[in-house]
């Protein structure tokens, strides 16, 4: 159980912060998802008919794929209480055994990954472009000022990310709870003109529909699967709030808010059809329309901090995980460890969203690049879903396939519905997810190879205390610390100091750092100390794939355990690694300079591992790939 969720106190305080993070993309696409139905290049006519079977379609989709798929079934597969796909595939790899599905299910996560990721530049696009594009039907005079206004607010709204989850999360959950406030009133308004559309609760109008339609009602699904973005983000922040927080707010809020609105505009649609351009706003009074704008547009900076915060700790799974590089992470929260900020993923986040507002210019063009990566990340969560039935939760193989699979089917046919978008648009998630797949597989694949390199060129650890006790070298007071990737070798600082310098310090340490399969490791099972001859000791630092390596907390662990450390008379020694491209086998050479550049741009391991900067001595060697 995570740290959130065992704060049951707190559980009204959680409620609405997840109103504000989790569930504004889900929340702002009323303002889009309806509208798409009827226009664009596969736009259906507007007749009672189409209109009830679409909101079928629409509710049916939330409550299958919202509720009964992510809030029953696939936050249930979260890694003692953090999710996400990254969280979920590690999930999966602690328990499958070793054989072929193994890399599949690796690239199944990466690709999802990538998705996602690219799903967080595209929803601050889409929704805020969405909400300020509602002063159109104030008047066109507006018009000019709405890309303009967009771009301020998109870089005001990654601007205010440092702040944190938790600031971010008390400002914007009471406005959230307005939106939903509000839309519950607009579809109330719209449900009274036109009683009839509650027939739309029935999934028969929406059965009547696709047999009607056949083939031809393909396209249009594109845009009833823009009534789920956002989904995946819901599962990707579980960590920061918890389980029955996001519940909840679901069932309590978000759900019925939700039905009413998309009910709303579809019966204002069924009795003035001349509102077709824009049922949303077109639904609100005319004295309304303005105000309305300006909650839409709070409403749409709130749906992107969802996919924000998830791209956050997916980066942060990741690279625990070994699938990049490490980054500089910071903690802004002193008591949720879960809510964190990377500097470097928002600002490639911004530089995106600018790059796609200003490419694609406004929302109905962007829709065509929205769905096609949300429902292949859906279908790679579905893939990575049915193995965790599998091996962690202990199904048998049929029973996986007859509850998954009825998603996969759904999840599918919407994919090939969004597969017809390729060319509107839907090209942009696909070339980022592959761009940001081949990064992190290279990053994966380099390090394996290092380590075997390193391995293979290493010397036992056995062997080189045995070589210093036949001929021991000069002695000098106080602690070494060398830290190692490699539990059974000699660490290459340690030989290149030695070489050198010609001692030893009096208590030796290899130090290295183990990251688990869980997403946090108790305090009590921090350190694990072996004391070995002629004052050496091998000192092993276990974190979660969540938190953040400590050199802090591994010295307090180790001085519980009688080792302490006097931090001046204790040194630190690090080996920085030179990549070499060569023409060993293992990865092709353009793979090893992406693989060499990535190495010079992360991170330093002082001040990833918070080490004392002036306690620190640093011995460059090369390896070759």
């Keep these: 159980m995570s740290q959130p969720e065992a704060a049951r106190g707190r559980l009204p305080a959680l409620t609405l912060g997840a109103l504000g993070v989790v569930y504004g993309d889900i929340g702002t696409s009323p303002l889009y998802a309806l509208r798409e139905c009827f226009n664009g290049p596969y736009a259906v006519p507007d007749t009672h008919a189409n209109i009830l079977g679409l909101l079928s379609l629409i509710l049916w989709s939330l409550l299958l794929i919202v509720s009964v798929k992510y809030l029953v079934l696939v936050t249930r597969a979260n890694n003692r209480g953090e999710g996400g796909i990254m969280?979920?595939?590690?999930?999966?790899?602690?328990?499958?055994?070793?054989?072929?599905?193994?890399p599949v299910l690796i690239a199944a996560g990466g690709v999802g990954a990538g998705l996602l990721f690219g799903e967080g530049m595209l929803t601050p696009a889409i929704t805020v472009l969405s909400a300020i594009e509602g002063l159109e039907v104030v008047t066109p005079v507006f018009t000019p000022y709405v890309l303009p206004l967009a771009l301020g607010v998109i870089v005001g709204l990654f601007s205010f990310q440092r702040f944190g989850t938790a600031s971010v999360g008390t400002l914007f959950g009471p406005v959230t709870l307005v939106w939903f406030l509000v839309l519950g009133v607009l579809g109330c308004r719209g449900i009274l003109e036109e009683p009839g559309v509650l027939a739309a609760v029935n999934p028969l109008p929406g059965l009547r529909f696709l047999l009607a339609h056949g083939l031809h009602a393909l396209p249009v699904l594109g845009a009833v699967f823009l009534a789920v973005t956002g989904v995946e983000a819901l599962y990707a922040d579980m960590g920061h709030f918890g389980l029955r927080p996001i519940r909840t707010g679901w069932v309590g809020s978000v759900l019925p808010a939700l039905g009413l609105d998309y009910l709303g505009p579809g019966a204002w649609l069924m009795k003035f059809p001349e509102a077709v351009a824009n049922p949303f706003f077109n639904l609100a009074p005319s004295w309304a329309v303005i105000p309305l704008v300006g909650l839409a547009t709070a409403a749409a900076v709130i749906?992107?901090?969802?996919?924000?915060?998830?791209?956050y700790s997916l980066f942060k799974q990741a690279m625990q995980l070994g699938f990049v590089p490490r980054l500089n992470i910071l903690h802004t929260s002193s008591d949720m460890r879960g809510q964190i900020y990377i500097p470097l993923v928002n600002w490639t986040l911004l530089a995106g969203c600018l790059g796609l507002v200003l490419g694609f210019r406004s929302s109905a063009a962007l829709a065509g690049a929205y769905g096609l990566g949300v429902s292949l990340t859906l279908l790679m969560t579905s893939t990575l879903l049915a193995f965790a039935a599998r091996h962690v939760w202990g199904w048998p193989w049929w029973r996986g396939a007859a509850v998954i699979g009825v998603f996969v089917v759904i999840e599918g046919v919407f994919f090939a519905a969004n597969a017809l978008k390729f060319v509107l648009g839907g090209w942009f998630p696909l070339l980022l997810a592959a761009l940001l797949y081949l990064c992190m597989s290279t990053w994966h694949r380099g390090r394996a190879l290092v380590r075997e390199r390193e391995q293979a060129a290493a010397l036992p650890l056995g062997m080189f205390r045995d070589s210093m006790q036949r001929k021991p070298p000069g002695r000098v007071p106080g602690t070494a610390v060398f830290m190692t990737g490699n539990p059974d070798g000699t660490p290459g600082s340690l030989l290149h100091n030695l070489k050198h310098n010609k001692v030893l310090h009096e208590r030796t340490v290899i130090l290295r750092f183990a990251t688990a399969d869980a997403p946090y490791v108790n305090p009590e099972n921090r350190v694990q100390i072996e004391a070995l001859p002629a004052g050496f000791y091998r000192?092993?630092?276990?974190?979660?794939?969540?938190e953040q390596p400590d050199l802090h907390e591994v010295r307090r662990a180790?001085?519980?355990?009688?080792?302490?450390?006097?931090?001046m008379e204790t040194t630190f020694f690090l080996g920085r690694e030179t990549i070499l491209p060569s023409s060993k086998p293992g990865m092709a050479r353009w793979r090893q300079r992406l693989f060499a550049f990535m190495s010079r741009n992360s991170t330093q391991a002082m001040t990833f591992f918070q080490l004392p900067p002036n306690r620190v001595v640093e011995l460059g060697m090369q390896v070759e790939v």
């Design 87 to 102: 969280a979920l595939l590690a999930l999966v790899l602690s328990r499958l055994p070793a054989g072929r599905a193994r």
């Design 303 to 311: 749906a992107s901090q969802a996919l924000i915060s998830g791209a």
């Design 539 to 546: 000192v092993t630092g276990f974190f979660g794939f969540m």
């Design 558 to 567: 180790c001085e519980e355990e009688g080792m302490k450390f006097e931090p």
